[in-house]
Structure formats: structure tokens, C-alpha cells
């Protein structure tokens, strides 16, 4: 679903570009709206592939990967849509406005929602649905709830525990779908 929403942005035009930049980065960290907001030029280090993000919930730095993927669509964005859309002087936001200059905070919510619709999958949200997806992949594929505690900036583990819940329904519905929701079986065994 999180693909057939990045689709949906036409990367030839470069307000487009730019939105499909920004999805990629939502979905490949995880960060917040106003983490993405913050986003500043030399907040992405590309060769350690890391995103350093400002003044996250509680105040608090922390440093994200960021994967090869969203950091090619941020580069097709740098040199293809930025310079199209900057205006001097230049603030040194990494995301750019028509207007050259940086956005609302709610900006990002009206324009991800948009994105949203034209998928037409059947979800409501905006940016905090890139981040739910995100986190929920990487339980399914094996991820320590530590590490996507810190990943997440998420001061308690509650918060984070969130997650696990809708990865266990994820785990139940396969296994249903797998036929292993049978009565169990001691094929002969007295221990059961």
C-alpha cells in the first residue's frame, strides 16, 4: 500500500519529485512530520547513511539510517527539484516550498492525505502512516523493540509496544491462513 501511495506522485513534474522524496524519507526512517519539517541540508550524511534529526519529541538529537533507496529519491529531489524551486536567500531547509521557502508544519499532513486519496487504498492518515508502516515491517521482518524504540525516539517501551500488537494480529491472520489454527495433535506422544 505504501508503494501504490508513492506511485501516485509524478516524479517528471518537480513539486512531485520533491513529495516522492519526502514519502521515501517518511517511510525509510520512520520520523515524525515535524522531524521531517526540521530537516535541514547538511542533516543527511551519505555516507554513513544516517539522517540527523533536531529537536525530536522531548527535545532530544538522535541520528536515523536512512536507506539507499530515499536517499536516491533525495538526491533526484536535490538536483532536479530544489534548485527549480529555491529562492534566495536560501534558509538551507531540505524541503522547499513553491514559494522557496520552508512549509507549515500542517502543510505536510494536507499534502501526504493527499497522496493518500489518489491511492484510493482505503486508509485514513497522512505522514504518522508512513512511520506506523515502517515500524510494523520491521517487526514482522525480526526487529528488537529496542532498537525500534530508539529508531522511533520513543522515550518509554509502552510506546513502541504499540506496534507489536498489530505485528502479533499480522502473525495470527498468516498462521490462520497457513491452516495451522487446527487442534494440535501428540501423533502418539504423551507429552503434549
Given amino acids: 500500500e505504501v508503494e501504490q501511495v508513492m506511485a501516485h506522485a509524478d516524479v517528471t513534474d518537480a513539486v512531485e519529485l520533491r513529495d516522492r522524496a519526502m514519502m521515501e524519507v517518511l517511510y525509510s526512517t520512520g520520523i515524525r512530520r515535524h522531524e521531517l519539517a526540521g530537516l535541514r541540508l547538511g542533516d543527511i550524511d551519505y555516507e554513513r547513511e544516517t539522517l540527523f534529526i533536531r529537536l525530536g519529541k522531548g527535545k532530544k538529537d538522535r541520528i536515523v539510517p536512512i536507506g539507499e533507496?530515499?536517499?536516491?529519491?533525495?538526491?533526484?529531489?536535490?538536483?532536479?527539484?530544489r534548485p527549480q524551486l529555491i529562492m534566495l536567500p536560501d534558509e538551507g531547509f531540505l524541503w522547499t516550498s513553491e514559494?522557496?521557502?520552508?512549509?507549515?508544519?500542517?502543510?505536510y499532513t494536507r499534502r501526504m492525505r493527499q497522496y493518500l486519496d489518489r491511492a484510493k487504498i482505503g486508509k485514513t492518515g497522512a505522514c504518522h502512516i508512513f512511520r506506523h508502516s515502517m515500524a510494523t515491517q520491521m517487526l514482522e521482518a525480526g526487529c528488537d523493540i529496542r532498537h525500534l524504540?530508539?529508531?522511533?525516539?520513543?522515550?518509554?517501551?509502552?510506546?513502541?509496544?504499540?506496534?507489536?500488537?498489530?505485528?502479533v494480529g499480522r502473525l495470527k491472520a498468516v498462521h490462520a491462513q497457513k491452516g495451522h489454527n487446527s487442534t494440535w495433535t501428540t501423533h502418539g506422544s504423551s507429552d503434549s
Fill in 69 to 81: 533507496r530515499a536517499l536516491h529519491w533525495v538526491t533526484r529531489y536535490l538536483e532536479e527539484a
Fill in 99 to 107: 514559494q522557496g521557502g520552508p512549509f507549515a508544519i500542517d502543510w
Fill in 149 to 167: 524504540q530508539e529508531l522511533l525516539g520513543h522515550s518509554e517501551m509502552s510506546t513502541t509496544a504499540i506496534y507489536t500488537r498489530v505485528s
